[in-house]
């Protein structure tokens, strides 16, 4: 069965319950930047869910652990970009993601104020990695440059990216959106799922999943068709991720698509758009150092912003 085209998606599948206000925090956040003229980036990340039931015992997920997102947002606001982060619950988020919880009590020790009072204090060992991060974090604190919003079902994503979308279109050229979630290609309509948790005892499940629309058409036609769009394809079997990347840009017609595969994704990107494949690789060396690909991906596309912006319209 073909997918439903984009308005119907919309039609069938209801707004998540806070979607006005993430509208109003939104077109704030965008008309604030705006006024500032500072470019502003949309950064997904994080994979969406599908749930089987309304009463959501099961659903089926996409793999993503927000790595790419949560990095490059560092990255962006590093290059005086305003960021809105609509990343996927409790996946990484920018700064906290260099503390995982389970290390979390390493960094600190129990030590004794000037009076003799337990206090907590950071092991000094961890100074040298905490500091830098809480440096820019409470720099991007005070500048207030970054939005943080979530989604968990692919519903929400949805819902979020139209409107994400659509407080951009005033920026024109100045934004740029870095789709880098994992969106899940199938879905069960709104309609056909169970109400409660669905039971072994009814036997096997037979499970029909829908095609999902590809957004990126109305987001590129409609929605913000001034800004910088890239995209990403992520693909297991090498042999196919440049075609497909192709097909993205032909398709769709926005500026650029990062091709990456699972296995190699933190070593190897390539950049695809009309004119030409920029790939970006990570030496040994690079990877020993800590070095994170995102860092040159953000400063390979922020100059090819700057660029498009210099470009008469
Ligand atoms: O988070 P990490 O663990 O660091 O991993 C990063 C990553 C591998 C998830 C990331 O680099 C990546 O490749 N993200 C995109 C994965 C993906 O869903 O690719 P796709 O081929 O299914 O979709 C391609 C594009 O179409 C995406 O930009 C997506 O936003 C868009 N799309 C997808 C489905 C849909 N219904 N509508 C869409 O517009």
Request: proline content about 4%; glycine content about 4%; some cysteine.
């Amino acid at each position: 069965m073909a997918a439903l085209c984009w308005e119907e998606f919309y039609r069938e599948n209801p707004e998540p319950k806070h979607i006005s206000f993430v509208k109003s925090q939104i077109t704030e956040f965008c008309e604030k930047y705006r006024r500032e003229q500072i470019p502003v980036v949309l950064v997904t990340s994080g994979g969406t869910t599908v749930p089987l039931e309304h009463n959501t015992v099961r659903y089926i997920d996409n793999f993503s652990a927000g790595t790419r997102g949560a990095a490059s947002t560092e990255y962006f606001l590093t290059h005086g970009y305003a960021v809105i982060f609509l990343h996927r619950s409790k996946s990484l988020e920018p700064f906290t993601r260099h503390f995982p919880s389970s290390s979390l009590l390493e960094v600190l020790h129990i030590a004794h104020d000037h009076h003799g009072k337990d206090c907590i204090a950071v092991a000094s060992d961890k100074v040298k990695d905490l500091l830098p991060v809480l440096q820019a974090y409470q720099t991007t604190r005070s500048s207030g440059k970054l939005l943080i919003l979530s989604f968990t079902t692919l519903s929400e994503y949805l819902h979020m990216l139209r409107v994400a979308a659509e407080a951009l279109q005033p920026l024109g050229r100045k934004a740029l959106l870095y789709l880098a979630a994992a969106v899940s290609d199938f879905y069960v309509p709104h309609e056909n799922m169970a109400v409660h948790k669905i039971h072994s005892s009814e036997g096997p499940l037979n499970l029909q999943l829908q095609l999902v629309p590809k957004l990126l058409q109305p987001l590129v036609r409609f929605w913000v068709p001034d800004a910088f769009v890239t995209s990403f394809k992520l693909e297991t079997d090498e042999g196919i991720l440049l075609e497909k990347a192709y097909q993205a840009l032909q398709k769709y017609g926005h500026k650029l698509v990062i091709a990456n595969q699972l296995h190699n994704r933190k070593q190897k990107v390539v950049l695809v758009s009309q004119e030409k494949q920029v790939p970006i690789v990570m030496t040994e060396e690079e990877m020993r150092q800590g070095k994170e690909i995102e860092e040159k991906i953000v400063l390979e596309l922020t100059s090819l912003h700057t660029k498009f912006l210099h470009e008469i319209a």
